[in-house]
């Protein structure tokens, strides 16, 4: 089993920047697309950003030229870059990672605990 353990949320500013992190560990084959998603409470989980194993990106309209996704193939971690953020911006933030467990075995979707991220004044 693969976990997703999320770090760098926060309270910060209107304006300010934020970098979260998710690394993945435990047994597993690959990890294709990860992405970040955010949530506020009764509402649906939105997509954030996703980014392939080969580094393709892309981003909801929201945070584009705000919000900058990257990975470390080689940490199996996933990065978020939120930068001008707003108030917004204010959510709980998940990262999930699209993992196989054999060469030709099926993508399981794992998530991550959450981390929260607070933009206010």
């Known amino acids: 089993q693969v976990q997703l353990v999320e770090s760098g949320g926060g309270l910060v500013q209107p304006g300010g920047s934020l970098r979260l992190s998710c690394a993945a560990s435990?047994?597993?084959?690959?990890?294709?697309?990860m992405g970040w998603y955010r949530q506020n409470s009764g509402k649906e989980r939105d997509l954030v950003a996703i980014?392939?194993?080969?580094?393709?990106?892309n981003y909801v309209e929201s945070v584009k030229g705000r919000f900058t996704i990257s990975r470390d193939n080689a940490k199996n971690t996933v990065y978020l870059q939120m930068n001008s953020l707003e108030p917004e911006d204010t959510a709980v933030y998940y990262c999930?990672?699209?993992?196989?467990?054999?060469?030709?075995?099926?993508?399981?979707?794992?998530w991550g605990q959450g981390t929260q991220v607070t933009v206010s004044s």
């Open positions: 999930n990672a699209a993992v196989t467990y054999s060469v030709l075995g099926p993508r399981y979707v794992r």
């Open positions: 435990g047994s597993f084959f690959s990890i294709n697309d």
């Open positions: 980014i392939s194993n080969g580094g393709s990106t």
